[in-house]
């Protein structure tokens, strides 16, 4: 339930969904109320969580904060459930083991405000461990990240990233019903950014706004029923692609093995941040099978056959 209501319309309202993370949420709530830019509303969603997260985010006592408390339902509910009680005229998330950059939404928020064509804007996102020590920057040295008219990008893998690192206009999704998918059938923040490109411009900011924490919890989780999950996005998306682009044939197919090479990929790389060098050769051998020309997966398959994929490089994995 709501505890407070917003006195005034804020420029943004800030979407933390918690479920159990008492350990890092105030690091998070701490983020967004020291942003410089100060006009907004934090709205934190609480789902079902029992190790004192509720208590620990009423106890702020800043009156922007609004708490939420709902039964335990998955990742996509308590982001929709938060959008729906927004009243600011942009939204952005932030996980709850994540934090952001002191001018996060000052950057965001102006590249939104200068860009009316433009529904959504990201950055890159860099890595700590943890408690907070800094693994990495986030810059990126092999591929720029798309602007534009990105849903080619994103038919073939997830190029946004974690949703810490996102701010869109809340008419976007209010006027075309684009609320994330609550089955826990698709990867829910690919399928979100699947159907927003399929709407509109999105922009990218090249600049590191956001830490992504990497932690027990969220290392290598449960490869398989993510790569599940995964793999019914693909299949969302090239059913979008035949519906936006007329793709078919050869060209589809082709979409297709970029995507599977992206889901082979990433599991193999979560395999690798936890140890399993065996299992991250084999989804780097499938993602190769799929887009041979990948020197990263090529670089990770060589590295997990020898079994010494060094530090400098795990920490360094998304």
């Known amino acids: 339930m709501l505890d407070t209501e917003a006195s005034h319309t804020p420029r943004t309202s800030v979407i933390i969904p918690s479920y159990n993370y008492a350990e890092y949420l105030p690091a998070a709530i701490a983020s967004v109320l020291a942003q410089s830019d100060s006009d907004l509303e934090l709205l934190v969603v609480d789902d079902g969580s029992t190790d004192g997260s509720v208590a620990i985010a009423q106890a702020f006592p800043d009156p922007r904060v609004r708490v939420f408390v709902r039964p335990h339902r998955g990742r996509a509910a308590p982001r929709n459930t938060g959008m729906r009680a927004a009243h600011g005229r942009y939204i952005a998330f932030l996980d709850a083991d994540d934090i952001w950059v002191q001018d996060k939404l000052a950057v965001q928020c102006e590249a939104l405000d200068r860009l009316p064509d433009v529904g959504l804007v990201y950055s890159r996102f860099g890595v700590i461990d943890a408690v907070g020590r800094l693994q990495s920057r986030g810059r990126s040295y092999l591929a720029a990240k798309p602007s534009g008219a990105i849903l080619r990008h994103l038919l073939e893998g997830n190029v946004i ?158």
């Open 161 to 318: 990233g974690t949703p810490s690192t996102i701010c869109f206009r809340r008419d976007l999704v209010e006027n075309n019903g684009l609320w994330f998918d609550e089955t826990n059938t698709h990867r829910d923040d690919w399928h979100f950014y699947l159907r927003v490109a399929a709407r509109s411009r999105i922009h990218y900011l090249p600049r590191t706004l956001a830490y992504h924490r990497y932690h027990t919890r969220n290392t290598q989780g449960n490869v398989p029923a993510r790569m599940t999950e995964s793999l019914c996005t693909v299949q969302f998306g090239l059913d979008l692609a035949l519906e936006c682009f007329g793709l078919s044939g050869r060209e589809l197919q082709r979409v297709e093995r970029r995507a599977l090479a992206y889901v082979e990929a990433i599991a193999g790389r979560e395999y690798a941040k936890a140890g399993k060098l065996t299992l991250a050769r084999g989804h780097a051998a499938r993602s190769l099978k799929h887009y041979p020309w990948n020197v990263r997966e090529a670089t990770l398959y060589l590295l997990a056959s020898i079994g010494w994929v060094p530090q400098a490089i795990t920490r360094r994995l998304k």
